[in-house]
């Protein structure tokens, strides 16, 4: 399966990649873990993108495009994916189809996860991450039993540089000036399917797996 999550920061998309990737057994390719890796290692691809990562802009074209393109060659994304945050807006869109289409692919579908600005705007403000595994926790919705600390393996648990309430409002705004027109694009190609993305994580899992199950199963 061919898949691509899109809904606006906080949805839930890296949440729900995990369970649906490893449901339909193909990889999850997530550009903002992509590009938090980078900036925890400095590279230079880090370093260009932490400035507008850090403001809550969208990282430039030329620079998302190149990388997600080397991420789609490598051989586990041969027979499908997951795309977490990739394509962000019509541009990238255009180019995802073209680079499908030249090898004879297409996108199954295309999974819009939908919550209102309120719930982004509390749950990306409770969001920790943890600094070893990576795993996501939140402070009132999921939260580890000892503070600060990573229940799975023990790592510090961090709050990201872009989930301050003013940055958070702005990646809001950026959403849907330039993500958001995204759900007409793909409903034109009648590949768009919506979930409710509010209420207990696996209700969201469920209904996800539900409106998917007849392009993967
Ligand atoms: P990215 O990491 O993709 O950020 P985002 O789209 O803003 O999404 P988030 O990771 O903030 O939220 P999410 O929807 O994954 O929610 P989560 O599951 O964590 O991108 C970061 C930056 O990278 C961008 O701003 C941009 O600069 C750059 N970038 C990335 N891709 C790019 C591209 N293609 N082009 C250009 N630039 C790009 O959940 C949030 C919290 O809610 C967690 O604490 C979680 O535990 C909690 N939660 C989840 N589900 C529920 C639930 N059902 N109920 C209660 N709490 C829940």
Same mark, same amino acid.
């Given at each position: 399966? $061919? +898949?691509?999550?899109?809904?606006?920061?906080?949805?839930?998309?890296?949440? /729900?990649?995990?369970?649906?990737?490893?449901?339909?057994?193909?990889?999850?390719?997530?550009?903002?873990?992509?590009?938090?890796?980078?900036?925890?290692?400095?590279?230079? +691809?880090?370093?260009?993108?932490?400035?507008?990562?850090?403001?809550?802009? =969208?990282?430039?074209?030329?620079?998302?495009?190149?990388?997600? /393109?080397?991420?789609? $060659?490598?051989?586990?994304?041969?027979?499908? &994916?997951? +795309?977490?945050?990739?394509?962000?807006?019509?541009? /990238?869109?255009?180019?995802?189809?073209?680079?499908?289409?030249?090898?004879? =692919?297409?996108?199954?579908?295309?999974?819009?996860?939908?919550?209102?600005?309120?719930?982004?705007?509390?749950?990306?403000?409770?969001?920790?991450?943890?600094? /070893?595994?990576?795993?996501?926790?939140?402070?009132? &919705?999921?939260?580890?039993?000892?503070?600060?600390?990573?229940?799975?393996?023990?790592?510090?648990?961090?709050?990201?540089?872009?989930?301050?309430?003013?940055?958070?409002?702005? $990646?809001?705004?950026?959403?849907?000036?330039?993500?958001?027109?995204?759900?007409?694009?793909?409903?034109?190609?009648? =590949?768009?399917?919506?979930?409710?993305?509010?209420?207990?994580?696996?209700?969201?899992?469920?209904?996800?797996?539900?409106?998917?199950?007849?392009?993967?199963?």
């Amino acid at each position: 399966m $061919r +898949l691509v999550l899109v809904g606006p920061p906080g949805a839930g998309k890296g949440t /729900q990649a995990q369970f649906i990737a490893s449901h339909f057994a193909v990889p999850k390719i997530s550009t903002g873990d992509i590009f938090r890796a980078n900036v925890s290692q400095g590279t230079p +691809l880090g370093l260009e993108a932490r400035k507008f990562m850090d403001a809550g802009d =969208l990282v430039p074209d030329e620079v998302t495009i190149g990388m997600v /393109q080397d991420r789609l $060659r490598e051989d586990d994304a041969a027979e499908g &994916f997951l +795309l977490d945050g990739f394509p962000r807006n019509v541009h /990238q869109a255009e180019v995802l189809d073209e680079l499908l289409d030249r090898q004879g =692919l297409r996108l199954d579908v295309v999974l819009e996860l939908v919550v209102d600005d309120e719930e982004v705007v509390r749950r990306l403000s409770g969001r920790r991450t943890c600094r /070893q595994c990576g795993h996501v926790w939140h402070l009132d &919705f999921d939260p580890p039993t000892r503070e600060g600390h990573c229940d799975r393996c023990g790592g510090e648990l961090f709050q990201r540089d872009d989930d301050r309430e003013d940055t958070i409002r702005h $990646r809001l705004e950026v959403y849907a000036e330039q993500t958001s027109p995204l759900i007409g694009y793909y409903g034109d190609l009648g =590949l768009l399917r919506g979930v409710d993305a509010t209420g207990p994580v696996e209700d969201v899992t469920e209904r996800a797996i539900a409106a998917l199950h007849r392009f993967g199963d």
